[in-house]
């Protein structure tokens, strides 16, 4: 973890190599709260250019969940997870980026107030 670049580096057993943004991460966090429970149901993250990360715990082998400056801490990332995020990063900034355009907002909005929520998942 880089606190001062902001980006989660890792590498993998292939030789691949990725410096991952925390942004990036907490705004794809595959999470209930950022994914919804099927398409169409995500939840647009806006205002998180600056988040940091507070933590990052192993969940067994397979996985890390990090724990977001703005107290978010649900998602688990599993390796795969992190190799298409790192793999992909240019992609999903554009779509994020079109995400944004689309519903009017930029990458610095505050996110809304939450609406009650009545999944169990939180």
Not at 35 to 45: A, F, N, R, S, V
Not at 49 to 71: C, H, I, K, M, W
Not at 85 to 91: A, D, I, M, N, P
Request: glycine share 10%; proline share 6%.
């Amino acid at each position: 973890m880089h606190a001062q670049s902001r980006v989660l580096e890792i590498s993998f057993s292939d030789g691949a190599s990725f410096r991952i943004p925390f942004e990036l991460m907490r705004v794809y966090s595959p999470s209930a709260e950022v994914q919804g429970h099927g398409p169409g149901q995500e939840t647009l993250q806006t205002g998180k250019r600056q988040v940091t990360l507070t933590g990052l715990e192993p969940v067994g082998n397979y996985a890390v969940q990090p724990g977001f400056s703005d107290g978010h801490d649900t998602g688990i990332f599993t390796w795969d997870y992190l190799y298409f995020l790192g793999s992909q990063q240019e992609q999903l900034w554009q779509e994020y980026e079109q995400k944004l355009q689309a519903a009017g907002l930029n990458r610095d909005a505050p996110m809304p107030e939450k609406a009650a929520h009545g999944c169990a998942s939180h």
